[in-house]
């Protein structure tokens, strides 16, 4: 099956005691049993819901995993997975990080004895020196958030699995249907699946996919005993989102496309972040691991300054001022000063986030719409 087929059929079937085609939102606790411990499959809600069930064999196949756990959030996702390690492990993570996982690496997890090292994954002789007999796990974003880099998914699970680490990849901004990490060795990879996966800024929505059956044991353990489960209507959702996933990041990615290079010829703008660039500086890589080139975009302005950045977006019409992406519609945020708000300063500016660099998640309106827009909001 290839992968539209996949989004529309991977692990669906229609519902059995009616032939309803869509999974109906088993909206219940709790589930009938013939005798003690004689059930079909469900006992109890947290650990198991026939909604979630069809979500979770839907976004397995995606990912081109033997399982998927569905949690009621990104972060509750990574959270699970981290709760893998134990005091004393050590975790490398990209420098250029989601601002809520560096937060919950450094104030959830590193008081709980957990190291986390920072670096650079595009320079991969940085990931072997920061190798200890500790390193237990290499949590990789790609691209990453804000800067658009790309780390080399193939090399990182290589140095990982020879270290006997566990490669871990967020997968939240390509989205399968432009990157699968699996197959290109990595353990597990995790999704906010809030962002592209359902696709509509409607729903909190987490998950992890993996055919590691030590990773699948956890995860499946954590869901059952601490419980950040997502509810049957959420499943619904993002199971509704996923059927168009293809053609809705289809259409953000040419989008993208024509908009890049637009802000690389505008004089009022200061550097262009998108992989798809040729003056991207890992644009070869992005090639061959993915794809195309997703949907986020970010850039400087020539006036480096905060309130350039904060005058320009309040212009915008179309790009709503808000954080989160992947929806379809276009959204603009300030990565300083919100999504990596939580981010020391100095930490920011030395991984290169500068204080003008506004971040863009282009939706699937028409792009001439997004043009003028844009336009206006130079003027
Ligand atoms: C949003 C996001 C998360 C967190 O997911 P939530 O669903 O908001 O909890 C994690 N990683 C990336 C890259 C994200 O964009």
């Known amino acids: 099956m290839k992968f539209n087929t996949k989004a529309i059929h991977a692990g669906q079937q229609p519902e059995p005691t009616s032939g309803a085609v869509m999974p109906p939102i088993f909206q219940t606790s709790t589930y009938a ?17 026939p909604t979630r069930t069809a979500l979770e064999k839907l976004i397995a196949g995606l990912e081109g995993a033997d399982e998927c756990a569905c949690f009621s959030s990104g972060v509750a996702a990574m959270d699970a997975l981290l709760k893998m390690l134990r005091p004393g492990d050590h975790v490398i993570a990209t420098n250029d990080l989601y601002g809520g996982t ?13 190291d986390f090292s920072f670096v650079d994954m595009t320079n991969l002789s940085l990931i072997r020196q920061s190798l200890n007999t500790s390193t237990k796990m290499i949590w990789i974003e ?22 006997g680490a566990l490669s871990i990849v ?13 197959e290109l060795g990595a353990d597990a990879v995790l999704h906010s699946a809030t962002k592209y996966l359902a696709g509509h800024s409607d729903v909190i929505h987490g998950a992890v996919a993996s055919s590691n059956s ?14 950040a489960v997502p509810g049957p209507m959420d499943c619904y959702l993002t199971l509704r989102g996923i059927k168009t996933l293809a053609v809705r990041v289809e259409r953000s990615v040419s989008n993208t496309k024509v908009i890049t290079q637009w802000l690389e010829d505008h004089p009022k703008v200061g550097h262009v972040n998108y992989p798809g660039l040729v003056s991207h500086p890992q644009h070869q890589l992005a090639c061959d691991q993915m794809d195309d080139f997703g949907a986020m975009l ?18 915008t019409r179309y790009f709503t001022l808000a954080e989160s992406l992947g929806g379809v519609e276009s959204l603009i945020s300030h990565p300083a000063s919100m ?41």
């Not at 013939?34 to 650990?47: K, S, T, W």
């Not at 800067?147 to 998914?153: A, E, P």
């Not at 499946?220 to 601490?226: A, E, G």
């Open 33 to 49: 049993q013939a005798g003690p411990n004689n059930h079909q499959g469900y006992d109890y809600a947290r650990a198991g819901n």
């Open 102 to 114: 560096y937060r919950l690496f450094t104030q959830v997890f590193q008081p709980f004895g957990i």
């Open 142 to 163: 790609t691209p990453t958030n804000p800067l658009l880099r790309i780390v080399d998914i193939h090399a990182l699970s290589d140095i990982a699995r020879d270290h």
């Open 170 to 182: 967020d997968n939240t901004f390509a989205s399968p249907y432009l990157q699968r990490p699996l």
């Open 214 to 227: 030590t990773i699948i044991e956890q995860l499946r353990f954590q869901v059952k005993s601490t419980g």
């Open 298 to 315: 970010s850039f400087t302005l020539s006036d480096d300054t905060q309130e350039a950045a904060t005058a320009f977006m309040a212009r």
């Open 339 to 379: 999504t990596h708000g939580s981010i020391p300063k100095e930490v920011r500016e030395e991984a290169g986030l500068k204080d003008s660099l506004i971040r863009i998640s282009v939706g699937i309106e028409d792009v001439e719409d997004l043009l003028a827009d844009l336009d206006d909001a130079f003027s």
